[in-house]
């Protein structure tokens, strides 16, 4: 079945970095979009970075353009969110996602905190 699966989250002073991992089974992994997004309590989820499937094509927020890298190893079937220069606003549960036309997958999700 269709597995997307966080790891590398956890508590990070102001300033610090994090580099998020998301390892993909259950689908052709090269061919999907794929995506992180993240929630802060009381907020509505919102998308973060997004890579295509060809690895070449990636867009970010503009909160985090600058910091933020997005990157994919298909032969791995992971996808990576290198998180630099944190700020407290950061802070949410991070989550995985996989796109193609109708198919749409996520995962579980990992908490970012950022402490000031």
């Known amino acids: 079945q269709v597995q997307l699966v966080e790891s590398g989250g956890g508590l990070v002073q102001a300033g610090g970095s994090l580099r998020l991992s998301c390892a993909a089974s259950?689908?052709?992994?090269?061919?999907?979009?794929m995506s992180w997004y993240r929630q802060a309590p009381g907020k509505e989820r919102e998308l973060v970075a997004l890579?295509?499937?060809?690895?070449?094509?990636?867009n970010y927020a503009d909160s985090v353009k600058g910091r933020f890298t997005i990157s994919r190893d298909n032969a791995k079937k992971s996808v990576y969110l290198r998180m630099n220069s944190l700020k407290p606003e950061d802070t949410a549960v991070y989550y995985c996602?996989?796109?193609?036309?109708?198919?749409?997958?996520w995962g579980q999700g990992t908490q970012v905190t950022v402490s000031s």
């Open positions: 996602n996989a796109r193609r036309s109708s198919d749409d997958y």
């Open positions: 259950g689908f052709t992994f090269s061919s999907y979009a």
């Open positions: 890579i295509r499937s060809s690895g070449y094509s990636t």
